[in-house]
């Protein structure tokens, strides 16, 4: 069917609206489901019949090798789908139209109110069952001609016309770079915060990347690591030994987020984190919570071992150390290999505190600095000489439980072993 020039003037008209806009304000959008929401307020404003916006894509993540946001019209709702990693071996990506979009670039369309609609894929005769009346999926091509997909769906009676689907292929480049933008600003997010911890991530996001860099910043520091972890590696298979150090990661690190604190490093089994304290404000709350995490950090090894006591013949616990004091936090290293961590006598104190779990038999220890804050909650556990340290530290121990995990189950010095307070300099 051939139209007439107002709808030629509309279809040019609007594809340059919607690509200048992709290209001038989509690209700054904060995050993928925003642009895609944005998007599609876009397109029914400029009169194109959309009801439901797919995009599929590649990601660089340790869990998901994709993600996909799909926008619905309906409820003007953004829902953000992880596709975790062996999922192209599943029957669900075999019979989805990404699959033929993301493997040999395929442009597909299906009119869903035909009669005798081709319905080649389990996903279309969901959408005609919703009430959907045309699809039509594109790939959009990021650097290096990546393959990622895009599906557009209509439910107005007739479906797209011909000026509307050439509006969707016209801007296909643009939106295509306004994703890649948004969409590897977001990888990099995610992949700084995996590897580096949030604040540290969006700190060097933020420009903080030159060597020596660093601010001084009060902090309680949270240093533990697994006992009888020389043992237990001597019994284990490599591939079994990092399963335990994953499962013991994931039983510490989650406590310390959830809690507000933030993982700097980990090293062989040792995990250092910080809880930075405010300026201004009730620093006791921070306190709390960092001993809160720590007893359910300590609870949780413990459960590790209904998992791991028959494969590695010894207990799985961990030791942790709670300390605060000034830090310097900031870049660190060699020119061309940096390290964004927090370095002070407060750091090398910490990891002398918490190897004198395992000497003075008890699974928490605070620093004096720590427990001053605590002082209905601790006792004492003598004062003792550590490595590398001028002056004795007093060091002590819960009395009773805290708050959470429950009662039952967090570590307590009140029942342990007599210490002497002589106890000679810890190697």
Known sequence: MKYGPP??????RTTSSLTAWLLRDGRHQPSLPNLIRALGGRLIAEGVPVWRIYVGLHQLHPAFVGRAIVWDRTKDVVVEKPRPHGIKDSAYYRQNPVSA??????HIRRRLEE?????????LGQLQADGGTDYAAFPLEFYGRRKQAVAFTSNHPGGFRPAEISILE???PALAAAVEIVHDRDDTQRLLKTYVGARAGDRILNGSIKRGECETIDAVLW???????????ETLSGRDLIMLLDDYFDAVVGPIERHGGEVLKFMGDSVLAIFPLPDGADRSVVHRAALAAAC???TAVDDLNETWLARTHFPIGCGVALHVGEVSYGNIGAADRLDFTVIGPAVNLAARLEQLTRRVGTRLVLSEDFARAHTETVVPLGRFA???ISKGQRVFGLSRPASKPPPSRCPTAAAESPIDPDIP???
């Open 7 to 12: 709808l030629e003037r509309w279809s040019e």
């Open 101 to 106: 979009i993301f493997e040999r670039g395929e």
């Open 115 to 123: 009669p005798g609609a081709v319905l080649d894929y389990p996903v």
């Open 170 to 172: 016209t801007i296909l």
């Open 223 to 233: 240093i533990c690591d697994l006992e009888n972890f020389t043992a237990v590696s």
């Open 296 to 298: 359910e950090g300590i």
């Open 386 to 388: 550590l490595k590398g």
């Open 425 to 427: 300099e810890v190697p």
